[in-house]
């Protein structure tokens, strides 16, 4: 195990440990019975995940000269909350019955409201249910952020990119949601959608936030270096995710094989096919994507389309020259040799992750 | 004009104008075209409104000795983000298409998605906008209270009671979406929903948050005036809400007549005409409650039947009983003698309004 992979497992565990605690300080507020449920899910939505935002915040904080400090653990963790908020809304917004293998939120609630044989639509109060569970661990990634212990100095320099992070998010993912309603699908748009909706908040950010809370301030050097290394691993991130929302085993990701195609998702893969399709090619294509009736023939003949068109090949070509730029960011950024070991093991392990 | 409608004009033209600075500094960060949309419904959300929150902040701020400051009318405000993402997110959860007379969020997203004759759904198109929109706003509430400008020594002795009141409130509402799944609906349910939902964020934490930043701290006598005077305003502010959902005129509430019976709203109200019915009454509301096409004959006949079996009457009852205990409840409480008006009068307009 490199030291980098150990110190991956390290900051795994203090996160999870983390986040148990911030929980366990919310419950007094939650402790009503009825409660219950609200509280497991968000556990259940908060375990697992491969840690890599905190990671990368983590790997900033110590790049930046940040000494050893637990607080740091749990202002990393806090990203986690964002996300998991993130998924649970999306998972609303794209009516996904399944995250990673298990039912997602709003599915799991309307499943209660079937069991206990409640009143009026089980489908409503599952999703209602679930855009408030979002919105409690919104909150909750807010609160662990600012109460995690770091001195006010750094948590004061950082605030902007926090508060800047989380808008950012909410319009990368409008962005998104306008994307798959456009027709148009070009490679800038995909790109762009790539960056903003998934890139920024799950790498860019996460280091920066890290960076400028160690060095209480935003030095250049730190925007240039989230700017290059940031937006490559983020593309590459978000690329790797859409070849896996087609291409990915279920038994690794926890969704149904071409879930993606299945809901449409217009992705670079999906616009480069496209471009490179046969009129005939286009013609299913279009006929389709996004029905959400496509049996395994049909993601079997859709994949097939992908790779015939070289579409699968581009977009991993695209990752692994993101990605070459990426470590070459590293090489004159001044930070520690070990942080710019670790950032490159972790732009490695972003870009070619199964799950 | 008495001297505290006068101040909650002044409070209004604060607020406002805090609201339009705070989302003009946002503007660089969503000032992509496409973003449009976004930016102008959340200004449509935040216009307008009563502003009783930030008038509760604040004469709890003057009440405990706080000076004239401007950033109290920022922190104040930013108790209206809070509300214009509960009252967004609310709409999507009860599916209702009409806020404030206008149509509400989700039905303008899906609007514009019909108009622009985008790909798939356009319901799905304006939930999902409509979902993002709310945590925008509730984002950006967080962010302005922290940057309202206010002493660090009095945001530091109030964070607690804003972290709790966000929580507070999610939990709220999601207790409020037991109440109607569940058949129950007792008078202590109904009183608890109320009090949750809306009475604590709406009036007990509002006037808390002032008290607490003026004093720097929480006091023994802050936490018995917020549970004497707020819990009984709180909780006559929603009986309020559920008689205008039944009884209110359309033009003044800006939503269609007897909307909370259309969506069959678990209530106060409800349940004491539950409590008070013949049986042949019981089955007329059992079937026509919660009906999506009940007409006006029908909104009609509920209301009778609300009428006739006195819960109209209790209810209103209610609201002067728990009036009278609000304001007897200021009698002792050491603030200033101005707040002590300034909040009879509020509890009064509160628990009297017909919007």
Not at 49 to 60: N, Q
Not at 122 to 130: H, I, M, N, S, T
């Amino acid at each position: 195990m490199t030291a980098s992979a150990a110190a991956l497992d390290t900051i795994r565990s203090e996160v999870d440990r983390s986040l148990k605690e911030f929980v366990d300080r919310q419950r007094p507020l939650v402790s009503a019975p009825e409660l219950a449920p609200l509280i497991s899910a968000a556990e259940e939505f908060l375990s697992g995940g491969k840690r890599l935002r905190p990671a990368f915040c983590y790997w900033g904080w110590h790049g930046a000269g940040g000494g050893d400090d637990p607080a740091l653990f749990t202002a990393a963790a806090s990203l986690e909350l964002l996300q998991a908020s993130a998924l649970v809304h999306d998972d609303v917004m794209d009516a996904s019955d399944l995250r990673r293998g298990m039912p997602s939120a709003h599915r799991r609630f309307q499943a209660l409201h079937e069991k206990e044989g409640w009143r009026g639509s089980a489908e409503q109060f599952g999703e209602g249910a679930a855009i408030l569970l979002g919105n409690l661990l919104l909150i909750w990634s807010g609160e662990m952020w600012r109460g995690s212990g770091l001195p006010q100095a750094s948590l004061a320099a950082a605030q902007e990119v926090h508060d800047h992070m989380r808008t950012e998010l909410m319009c990368g993912q409008y962005l998104d949601l306008l994307e798959q309603a456009h027709a148009d699908n070009t490679f800038d748009s995909a790109l762009r959608v790539a960056l903003f909706k998934s890139g920024k908040y799950s790498v860019e950010q996460p280091l920066r936030l890290g960076l400028v809370l160690a060095a209480r301030g935003r030095e250049p050097w730190i925007d240039r270096l989230c700017e290059a290394y940031g937006r490559c691993v983020g593309i590459a991130f978000q690329l790797r995710d859409d070849i896996l929302g087609v291409f990915g085993d279920p038994a690794e990701t926890g969704k149904p094989a071409g879930d993606d195609l299945r809901e449409g998702k217009r992705t670079m893969l999906i616009a480069r096919t496209l471009a490179a399709a046969s009129p005939a090619q286009v013609k299913v294509v279009d006929g389709m994507l996004g029905d959400p009736g496509l049996d395994a023939a049909g993601v079997g003949r859709l994949r097939g389309i992908i790779e015939e068109t070289g579409a699968l090949a581009a977009c991993e070509d695209m990752i692994k020259s993101y990605l070459d730029d990426a470590l070459n960011s590293l090489d004159d950024a001044p930070i520690t040799g070990e942080a710019r070991t670790a950032l490159a093991d972790l732009a490695v392990a972003a870009t070619s992750r199964r799950t």
